[in-house]
Nanobody, 118 residues
Framework: QVQLVESGGGLVQAGGSLRLSCAASGSISRLNAMGWFRQAPGKQRELVATISSSGTTNYYANSVEGRFTISKDDAKSTLYLHMNNLKPEDTAVYYC???????????WGQGTQVTVSS
């Protein structure tokens, strides 16, 4: 069992930066992939970025490509999302996610609010 706890959200002006962290209770090295999702009010949860267990394969949604960077530190069991040049449309609750293939399991954090003012 892995528990995920996000932190680092807050209120920032457009053009600003934030770094989200996701601390895991157990080792994240056994997770096959980790990622960040977000959900804005009245909208469905959407995938923002993912990172493979090796850290060599990343995916970014078109809306954040070039502005956000996902990374992880296995030694600290922590996933990060570096967000630059934030826009009001980035306002959402951001969730950390972990995926394990065998046995098939997925884990979610409780979410952290990011609000970008114009």
């Amino acid at each position: 069992q892995v528990q995920l706890v996000e932190s680092g959200g807050g209120l920032v002006q457009a053009g600003g930066s934030l770094r989200l962290s996701c601390a895991a209770s157990g080792s994240i090295s056994r997770l096959n992939a980790m990622g960040w999702f977000r959900q804005a009010p009245g909208k469905q949860r959407e995938l923002v970025a993912t990172i493979s267990s090796s850290g060599t394969t990343n995916y970014y949604a078109n809306s954040v490509e070039g502005r956000f960077t996902i990374s992880k530190d296995d030694a600290k069991s922590t996933l990060y999302l570096h967000m630059n040049n934030l826009k009001p449309e980035d306002t959402a609750v951001y969730y950390c996610h972990g995926l394990q293939f065998r046995p098939s399991s997925e884990y979610w954090g409780q979410g952290t609010q990011v609000t970008v003012s114009s």
